[in-house]
Nanobody
Framework: VQLQASGGGLVQTGDSPRISCVAS????????MGWLRQAPGKEREFVAA????????LYAESVKGRFTISRDNARNTVTLQMNSLKVEDTAVYYC????????????????WGQGTLVTVSS
């Protein structure tokens, strides 16, 4: 599976950008998909994940209520809608896919995209 993330860039606090991930090489409808991020000088961390069904979503406490993950299996796409952005949301956001049942740890993921940088300025 190849994952291509896009939609990052320079935004302001309070903005609501959306980043997307398009998969190729395999139908992702049977995979759980996640977004993870790595801020400057910090370790990569879990942000959000979505199961095979859109009804199953999980979020890190730091983004719960502000970010929404969704998927369009027909288009092999996963999207992260980010609202009320904060400076601390600045990071490279990675799209990842997993065949496993768990999604919180980096080691849970089998496939990774190249990441898209989101920079939030105040």
């Amino acid at each position: 599976v190849q994952l291509q993330a896009s939609g990052g860039g320079l935004v302001q606090t309070g903005d609501s950008p959306r980043i997307s991930c398009v998969a190729s090489g395999r139908d992702i409808s049977s995979l759980a998909m996640g977004w993870l991020r790595q801020a400057p000088g910090k370790e990569r961390e879990f942000v959000a994940a979505i199961g095979w069904s859109e009804k199953n979503t999980l979020y890190a406490e730091s983004v719960k209520g502000r970010f929404t993950i969704s998927r369009d299996n027909a288009r092999n796409t996963v999207t992260l809608q980010m609202n009320s952005l904060k400076v601390e949301d600045t990071a490279v956001y990675y799209c990842a896919a997993t065949t496993r049942g768990s999604v919180y740890a980096l080691s849970d993921y089998d496939y990774w995209g190249q990441g898209t940088l989101v920079t939030v300025s105040s």
